[in-house]
């Protein structure tokens, strides 16, 4: 938990197939062992979908990391260019990782961190990895089958 702040979702993003901007949606569907209804890894059209392993179905990023990436690098990148599914606030995601918890009624299992990668550069057009190195989210995978919502609560 980040202090002063509630385990929050602030936004979903998704994108259609790989290179695809992001798309800002209120609410999306989460299917066990698939990912989030409408993402390119849900279908396995996503850059990475070939590649091994797990933590695909879903990634979060904490809106602190941005903000800190503003202050500290004059770097202004919004939840959506993140590439990054889920912005949430007031929770320090590197904690979940091996873990359980809970987006609004959706158990997840965090994976692994989200490093920031060239593509994300490329994508972007900003030099966004220095200012991510160990704070670029969490890679997730989906337990339980449910709906999330902005304003959800996250629960560990």
Not at 66 to 77: G, H, K, N, Q, S
Request: glycine share 12%.
């Amino acid at each position: 938990m980040v202090e002063g702040r509630t385990p929050l979702v602030t936004g979903i993003h998704l994108a259609a197939a790989a290179r695809e901007p992001m798309v800002s949606v209120e609410e999306v569907h989460a299917v066990a062992g698939r990912g989030l209804e409408g993402d390119r890894y849900f279908d396995g059209s996503g850059t990475y979908s070939d590649e091994e392993g797990e933590g695909r179905a879903v990634t979060l990023i904490e809106v602190e990391a941005l903000e800190r990436l503003r202050a500290e690098y004059d770097i202004d990148l919004e939840p959506s260019e993140s590439r990054r599914n889920i912005a949430t606030q007031g929770i320090s995601l590197d904690q979940l990782i091996g873990r359980e918890f809970r987006v609004g009624e959706v158990r997840m299992r965090g994976i692994r961190s989200c490093e920031p990668c060239a593509h994300l550069m490329e994508m972007t057009g900003k030099k966004v990895l220095r200012g991510l190195v160990h704070r670029g989210g969490l890679r997730a995978e989906i337990v339980s089958d449910g709906t999330i919502h902005v304003g959800d609560p996250i629960i560990e």
